[in-house]
Antibody, heavy 120, light 107 residues
Framework: QVQVVESGGGLVKPGGSLTLSCAAS????????MSWIRQAPGKGLEWVSY????????YYADSVKGRFTISRDNAKNSLYLQMNALRDEDTAVYYC?????????????WGQGTLVTVSS | DVQMTQSPSSLSASVGDRVTITCRAS??????LNWYQQKPGKAPKLLIY???TLQDGVPSRFSGSGSGTDFTLTISSLQPEDFASYYC?????????FGGGTKVEIK
């Protein structure tokens, strides 16, 4: 069955860096776009970034552009999010999600999320 | 960017009630509208995509409609497991944007 499992969250100081990972299984990872979506405590969902199936195209929300970098390793069935210059407002649960692009882009499988806390 | 506005932000309803949630886009998104359900402490789950297509395994009491800028999610007969938050999301343009959510609570 399709599974995506995030890891790498934790407590980091403002201005610090952190890398999140997402391990995928149960589907042909290299055929799908992938995305990161976050949810601040008690708030709604915010799309962060997505990457094409081959990794040659990336998009970012304005709130993270220039600070976050999405990447993937299709040989390892893994997705990554390198987060630099972290701010208090980046505190959130970060979800990895598969994008199904047949017809319309939709996030059809989500991981359980990993919590990133930015605090001094 | 396309702004997505959901209403109401919360509602109280009883088991068996018909519930309707509205999502409005700030510009025409054709039919590129998806709905997700999220229960406390859990990841969101895709319910409906392309305005009205049910994701595999989603009960038929859920339905979606609309086009252009105005969309609705309807639960025909609310069940105990449907008490959750619901989010709309547009896929017509990047950035992909979500509505603010609607929390469905037990009356």
């Amino acid at each position: 069955q399709v599974q995506v499992v995030e890891s790498g969250g934790g407590l980091v100081k403002p201005g610090g860096s952190l890398t999140l990972s997402c391990a995928a299984s149960g589907f042909s990872f290299s055929d799908f776009y992938m995305s990161w979506i976050r949810q601040a405590p008690g708030k709604g969902l915010e799309w962060v970034s997505y990457i094409s199936s081959r990794g040659d195209t990336t998009y970012y929300a304005d709130s993270v552009k220039g600070r976050f970098t999405i990447s993937r390793d299709n040989a390892k069935n893994s997705l990554y999010l390198q987060m630099n210059a972290l701010r208090d407002e980046d505190t959130a649960v970060y979800y990895c999600a598969r994008i199904n692009d047949y017809g319309v882009y939709r996030f059809d499988y989500w991981g359980q999320g990993t919590l990133v806390t930015v605090s001094s | 960017d396309v702004q997505m506005t959901q209403s109401p932000s919360s509602l109280s309803a009883s088991v068996g009630d018909r519930v309707t949630i509205t999502c409005r886009a700030s510009q025409d998104i054709v039919s590129h509208l998806n709905w997700y359900q999220q229960k406390p402490g859990k990841a969101p789950k895709l319910l409906i995509y392309y305005t009205s297509t049910l994701q595999d395994g989603v009960p038929s009491r859920f339905s979606g409609s609309g086009s252009g800028t105005d969309f609705t999610l309807t639960i025909s007969s609310l069940q105990p497991e449907d008490f959750a938050s619901y989010y709309c999301q547009q896929s017509n343009t990047t950035p992909l944007t979500f509505g603010g959510g609607t929390k469905v609570e037990i009356k």
